[in-house]
């Protein structure tokens, strides 16, 4: 009966250890299966992924997307903490209105514009386009792109073939076939950029064109090239004693450097771009041509009357609005407010 019994124990020991080492291969092969599909899926996921990637990638190298001149928000306390380290008495000051811009004023990001001598034009025709602006009231009585015909032809202004156009610093008698491509650039980007209803796609439009070079400048040399012919008009009215005109053009003109159209041209516009940049009595008719109201901070003048101006002074209630915010009265990024 014994020997039975352990016959049968034994018997039984060994069907079960059968059992189990089948049953251990099966949950190890639904182990290595579910391994194998989770690995499967990741894959498929990270193929995707880079994929997609290369796509956008391969979109923005198409479009010259890496060239933008004007960077996508960041955030305004984090770009301060990043570009004003240290205890110098400079660093601490732009740092104090920096903190002051994020609580006081609730702007919470920024946008980097390029540093060169078109910074400020850029800036402040980036937001006219980006927010839908429409074609300043004289500019929808007037076609822009006869400007430089009516400037050479009908008030004798052969002078303008000494133009500059930035850094190509181009003279010479194509410089009226020149100034009339620049005029149907701004006119054609800007109706364009005034007829979008829809944001986002509207900072598309802006992204792209603000990314390609040679475009870029052609408006910039077109808003110079407005400033221009409003001096021009200004100082025959004045000589004439027509009307009462906006006080800048006195300031403008009041300087010896640009006591006439020509010496302004000379001296002062022809060099935006190049090796020089706007002026504040510059910026102000920058504001007053393009109808809009340029409320600058400027940081280094934190705690004072000047840190936060508007160009122009006189400005009308139903002008757009637009910001910019500048370390040092050279360079200008634009601010981003929320509420």
């Not at 020997?3 to 099966?26: D, F, G, M, P, Y």
């Not at 944001?199 to 407005?226: P, Q, T, W």
Request: hydrophobic share 35%; proline share 3%.
């Amino acid at each position: 009966g014994r020997h039975e019994v352990q016959s049968w124990t034994a018997a039984t020991r060994r069907s079960l250890c059968l059992v189990w080492q089948k049953v251990k291969v099966q949950l190890g092969m639904s182990f290595l299966v579910t391994i194998f599909w989770y690995c499967r899926r990741l894959y498929d996921c990270l193929a995707r992924l880079l994929k997609w990637t290369g796509d956008v990638t391969n979109l923005c190298l198409g479009l010259g997307l890496e060239n933008v001149t004007v960077s996508p928000e960041v955030d305004l306390l984090g770009y301060c903490g990043r570009e004003w380290k240290g205890d110098k008495k400079q660093a601490k000051h732009i740092r104090e209105a920096y903190e002051d811009l994020f609580w006081t004023y609730h702007i919470k990001y920024l946008r980097q514009v390029r540093r060169d001598n078109y910074s400020v034009l850029r800036a402040v025709l980036f937001q006219i386009f980006s927010q839908g602006v429409p074609f300043p009231s004289w500019m929808k009585e007037r076609d822009i792109l006869k400007l430089p015909e009516k400037l050479l032809y009908s008030q004798g202004c052969n002078w303008i073939q000494q133009y500059g156009f930035g850094p190509e610093r181009y003279t010479g008698p194509n410089a009226f076939g020149k100034l009339r491509k620049c005029m149907e650039a701004l006119k054609t980007s800007w109706t364009e950029a005034s007829s979008i209803k829809d944001h986002e796609e509207r900072g598309n439009m802006c992204n792209i064109l603000f990314s390609d070079e040679i475009k870029e400048h052609k408006l910039y040399e077109a808003i110079k090239f407005v400033m221009l012919y409003e001096v021009v008009e200004a100082y025959e009215q004045m000589k004439n004693r027509e009307e009462h005109l906006p006080n800048l053009f006195s300031l403008l003109l009041a300087r010896d450097s640009s006591s006439d159209p020509l010496s302004f041209m000379m001296n002062h516009l022809n060099a935006i771009g190049d090796t020089g940049r706007l002026e504040q009595v510059e910026m102000l008719l920058l504001g007053y041509l393009l109808e809009v109201k340029i409320k600058i901070y400027r940081l280094h003048k934190f705690n004072t009357e000047e840190f936060q101006v508007n160009y122009p002074d006189e400005y009308k209630r139903e002008w757009h609005e637009i910001s910019l915010l500048t370390e040092d009265d050279h360079y200008y990024h634009i601010p981003i407010t929320r509420t």
